[in-house]
Each structure stands twice: as C-alpha cells, then as structure tokens.
C-alpha cells in the first residue's frame, strides 16, 4: 500500500495490525473439512500455515478487523477482499517478466471502536501492461473522535491536557506508478482529498492556540513519490530495504481551502545475521509548511504513541527491531524507537524525544510467502498498549 503523506488521517494508523491470522483462516471455513485441513496445515510440518490458500486460492475472503490503536480504543469490524488473480499466476507472472507482481486485491469493509469513532472504505490495488504500471488507492467515509494536545504535544495551558474534537467527511487517495526502466524503482503521481467536517472547532476555542484557517476543511494535494523495494517478502522481510520520498502540493486550484505542502522520507532496511536473526532499522522524516489544517500536522507515529500525540510541523522517527527465530514457526521480537516533534512550538535542539519500547512475538502463518503474524506490547511516555500485527510493523 502507498505510504501516507505527512499528518494525513491513514486509517491504517487507525486500525493498526488490523487482520488477525486465524480470523483469515476463517475464510475457509465453508469448504468440506478435507479441503480445509489440506488448504490450512502445512504437509511438511504439520503446522498451521495458510501458504496454499493466499497462494492458489482467488475469490472472495471475508477479514475480521481487530483495532487496538490507543488514540481511539479498542474496536473492530469486517471486510471483504476480492482476490482477482491468485498469487500462483503472480509467480508465473514473474517468471515471465523477471519481477515479483503482487496480485490484483480488492477490498471494502467498516470498522468502528469504543470511543465512538466509525469508518467505512474501499478500495485496491493493480497492476498492469506487464508490470510496468501499478494502481493503488482507496475511498473512505470516517468519524473519528481524537484529541488534541496542543502543537508539540506538551499540553494546552491552564491545566488542560487535551480538548476532544471530531473529523467526519470523506477521504480518497488515488496513486498511478510508472516502474523506471527494469529496476526496483518507481516513479509515482498522487492525489489526496480531504472533505471533513469538525464538530468541535478547535480553532473558536483559545486555548488550542489555532487560527481559523488551521480548522479548514476541505484539502486536495497532488504530488510526486520516488519508490524502491528491494526486500525478499512484502510482509515480513529479512533483508533488503525499501523507501521513498513523497511530496504533496495543496492550493485552492485544485479545490484545497489552503495553501501548504507536505514532505515524507522514509526508509526501513533488513539484515540477517547469525543465522537466526534479523536486524531492522527504520529512519523516517515527515514535515509541512504554509497554512496546514491541524490535523495534517505531522505526528509521530510509532507503537505506544497513540495517533496524534505529538505533532508539529516536523518530525522524526528512529527505531530498530531485533527479530529471533528460535525455531522455524516462532519468533520473538524486541524493538525501541524515539521520535522528536518540532517547529511551531520548539526548535529541535530544544524538543525532547518521546521513546517507545517492547517485545512481541511471531508465528510463521504463510511460509511460502513469509508472513509472520503475532502480538507487540508497546511501552511509550504515558501509557502501554497491545498491537496485533501482520507482516511488518512498519508502514
């Protein structure tokens, strides 16, 4: 899936680690019993594995949703993932071309959590004319109930914490990517439109510190994104790298209320070592200027920072996972981070870093294809929380 802009509202930030492995294996369930179990454990080892159903199967998958992201609640929902080519003729596919196709994925589905907050969606991914041209993108209709804790995060004054606040409206990202030449490089045009509506105008309210054209609500960006992908698995690597750098420009021609524009690099690398382990290192830079609507101010976005939590114009993220493989199905991992947020309230040297760390474990649910899934305990400046994952953490 395409990387967010910075400070974007993503509900894959928002549903984090949304699909639980044997709710997948769910999918299934209405297939005789020998087929399930033939489809469902591996004939080597005996053990749970769904390699041969994501890999020869196509149609129709129904996907529980489970939403553990701490800036709404706990939560969560079901969608439906229509599989228009099985990822058996994406290998045959590669074999032909010389590169790995991910298959075709539809998918539509609603979520909603505790706090209230509900959203509905759409949307997919392509490819076409050999691979040298890729689709991504999604519609969705959302009401999202946040917090706001003031531009850096440090608090509102006058011993207010946070003030609560509200987004409904429509949100859509559209991307076309053209592969440059026979590399691992892609050169990608996108557009993202934000129509929503704050219940709470933050900006009427003196304490939050916003002027009236940061609650505006309706923003339209194009942009460019420079993309390379060279790890040995989409879900789970264990080396390779993968980064980008994107660049969004927002004005009132192309129907934003605003002028601003917004920056994201990122870049995430994998290295084995000692046979069975993994080492990951993450770098990521998001940042904006002009007159930015205060929900697409960057935040930092690691496990154990609730969504939100500290933003300003700018921020930055360094983290790191180890992974060990004590056997060929499990794994235990371990990983710390720290983000900074600075611009509007504090120049860098002068913010302080907000440090997040935990450890999780893996199952290897789809060995051919090296997906792991499993559950991350994440600790940050305030609180602990529990994320489901699948595949990577790191989006």
């Given amino acids: 899936m395409p990387s967010a802009s910075p400070g974007a509202p993503d509900l894959r930030q928002l549903v984090r680690g949304g699909v639980v492995a044997a709710a997948l294996a769910a999918s299934g369930l209405c297939a005789s019993a020998p087929a399930f179990l033939e489809d469902f454990v591996d004939a080597d080892d005996g053990h749970l594995d769904i390699s041969n159903w994501l890999i020869d199967r196509q ?3 129904p996907i529980p949703i489970v939403i553990t992201e701490p800036a709404v609640g706990y939560g969560g929902g079901v969608a439906l993932m229509f599989v228009r080519n099985s990822m058996r003729e994406s290998a045959q596919k590669a074999r032909e071309t010389g590169h790995m196709s991910p298959p075709d994925i539809f998918v539509v589905g609603a979520a909603a959590t505790e706090n209230g907050t509900k959203a509905a969606f759409a949307g997919g991914m392509a490819t076409f004319a050999e691979d040298r041209w890729r689709y991504r993108g999604g519609v969705g209709r959302a009401d999202v109930n946040l917090a706001f804790y003031g531009i850096g995060g440090s608090g509102l004054g006058d011993g207010v914490q946070s003030l609560a606040y509200s987004l409904d409206g ?3 990202s559209q991307q076309v990517l053209r592969r440059l030449g026979d ?3 892609w050169l990608g045009l996108r557009w993202i439109f934000l129509d929503l509506d704050s219940k709470l105008d933050l900006s009427g309210d003196p304490r939050a510190g916003l002027r009236p054209d940061e609650a505006a609500q309706r923003a339209s960006g194009l942009g460019l994104t420079l993309e ?4 040995d698995s989409i879900f789970t690597p264990s080396k390779g790298w993968t980064g980008a750098l994107d660049a969004m420009f927002y004005a009132p021609g ?3 209320d605003t002028r601003f524009e917004s920056y994201r690099g990122h870049l995430f690398a994998y290295w084995p070592f000692a046979r069975d382990f993994v080492l990951g290192g993450r770098l990521d830079g998001r940042s904006v200027s002009g007159t930015v609507p205060f929900y697409m101010l960057p935040f930092i976005d690691m496990r154990g ?3 939100g939590r500290y933003q300003d114009e700018h921020t930055a993220v360094v983290e790191t996972e180890l992974r060990w493989n004590f056997t060929p199905r499990w794994a235990a991992v371990g990983f710390i981070g720290a983000g900074r947020a600075w611009g509007r309230s504090t120049d860098f040297g002068e ?9 999780g474990f893996r199952y290897q649910i789809a060995e ?3 997906m792991w899934v499993g559950l991350d305990y994440a600790k940050g400046p305030e609180d602990g929380t529990w994320y489901i994952q699948v595949g990577n953490a790191w989006r």
Wanted: no cysteine; glycine share 12%; charged share 15%.
């Fill in 228 to 231: 390379h992908d060279s790890r």
């Fill in 59 to 61: 149609g129709f998958l």
């Fill in 183 to 185: 590399s691992d490089n």
């Fill in 351 to 359: 913010a302080s870093s907000a440090v997040s760390r935990g450890v």
């Fill in 254 to 256: 192309i129907g934003s």
């Fill in 368 to 370: 051919r294809l090296g």
């Fill in 170 to 172: 429509w949100m859509s």
């Fill in 305 to 307: 920072i609730p969504a």
